[in-house]
């Protein structure tokens, strides 16, 4: 993870303040009175806003009232299910700057907070602290997202712990400094699991989190599973070339139809392996790639991750959504 340029009183960012106050339920289509602050000029820090992205209700109410009213919000749910581009995308109408940190295992305690640097200074070598990005995001009206929060280290997770109270300074000890948060400062974090281990099976690498520190994300909003034609609208946006017939929708429903019978299947214990909104949408963008073929871009796409034992279950599937057998891997054809 680089680290950002140090604090200095040039950066534009510092002083930049939200100027109007925007409507959840005209900006989201959520059924709330809640008014939400929103920036006037669009950072390079600003997610870019995907037109076509769908907004589920409670996720998106408990995101803005995270950034309304300075809370410290966790959402939770299973891989690929929207949770990261939930966030990016509240921000993204709100104007609001957003940096993402993905919190895997590689990521140190030094990473986020800083670490002592030899910079060239009028061509002299000095020793200077070079912020992390955990000051550097707390003296900015950014809000910093925590990707993978229960992937954790412990030793990262006790610096973060100090942050997430609110108004939570964070002191540089060899610094002897002590960092107050900008008041447009935003904690968000995103989690598989919800802390309390792995139940799943499915996410390697995340730890149990400790329960002082889960007391203090003050709003926890779980994102599972879209219903079926939302999820059916949201891979057609991403992949609109299948929603021109009436045959591609079609295509499309069985697709999530097929996916639907995994989740189904992986939480009676069948299968090991899930098919996510984000893979199902990989599939459609594949399909086309190979020119309409949705078998092959089946069995590229999600078959092959499977395990061999539980592919003919998964087979049957996609013979049961489309009606037709998975054909044999791709044809081959007599070279002129
Ligand atoms: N509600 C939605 N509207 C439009 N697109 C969506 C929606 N939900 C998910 N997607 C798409 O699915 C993909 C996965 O979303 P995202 O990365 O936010 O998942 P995630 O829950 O953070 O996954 P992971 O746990 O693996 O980090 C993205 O390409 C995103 O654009
Ligand atoms: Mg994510």
Redesign the pocket.
């Known amino acids: 993870m680089a680290s950002p340029e140090n604090t200095t009183a040039s950066d534009p960012l510092l002083s930049l303040e939200p100027a109007r106050k925007v409507s959840v339920r005209d900006v989201f289509g959520v059924d709330s009175d809640m008014m939400v602050p929103a920036f006037e000029t669009r950072d390079s820090h600003v997610p870019d806003i ?1 037109e ?5 209700p409670q996720t998106t109410l408990a995101i803005c009232a995270g950034f309304a009213f300075d809370r410290r919000v966790m959402v939770q ?1 299973y ?8 966030i990016e995308q509240v921000a993204a109408r709100l104007n609001w700057p957003l940096v993402r940190v993905n919190l895997d295992s590689h990521v140190s305690r030094i990473d986020l907070v800083g670490k002592d640097a030899i910079v060239l200074r009028e061509g002299k070598q000095v020793t200077e602290f070079r912020e992390g990005m955990l000051p550097w995001a707390l003296q900015r009206p950014i809000a910093l997202v925590f ?2 929060y229960d992937a954790g280290r412990p030793d990262v997770m006790f610096v973060i712990q100090r942050v997430l109270e609110q108004s939570g300074k964070l002191t540089l000890l060899d610094q002897n400094r002590v960092i107050r948060p900008n008041p447009w400062f935003r904690l968000f974090s ?1 989690t ?1 699991t919800i802390g309390l281990g792995d139940t799943t099976g499915l996410y390697h690498g995340t730890q149990q989190i400790n329960q002082g520190q889960m007391d203090r994300w003050s709003l926890v909003t779980t ?1 599972n599973y ?1 219903a079926h034609d939302v999820e059916q609208e ?1 891979v057609l ?2 992949a609109p070339e299948w929603g021109k017939t009436a045959e591609g929708k079609r295509d499309i429903a069985a697709m999530v139809r097929v996916a639907d019978m995994t989740r189904n299947a992986f939480m009676n214990g069948d299968i090991s392996t899930v098919m996510s ?2 893979t199902v ?1 990989t599939w459609a963008q594949n399909a086309t790639i190979f020119g309409g073929d949705i078998g092959t871009a089946f069995r590229l796409t999600f078959l092959n991750k499977c395990d061999e034992l539980e592919r003919p279950t998964v087979a049957e599937f996609y013979q049961r959504a489309f009606g037709t057998d998975l054909p044999e891997s791709a044809a081959r054809v007599k070279v002129a």
Do not use: Q, V
């Not at 076509?52 to 589920?56: L, N, P």
């Open positions: 995907d076509a992205y769908r907004f589920d749910g891989h690929g299910t929207g949770k990261s581009t939930h990707d993978e995103t598989n994102l879209l949201i946006a991403k909104p984000r949408i």
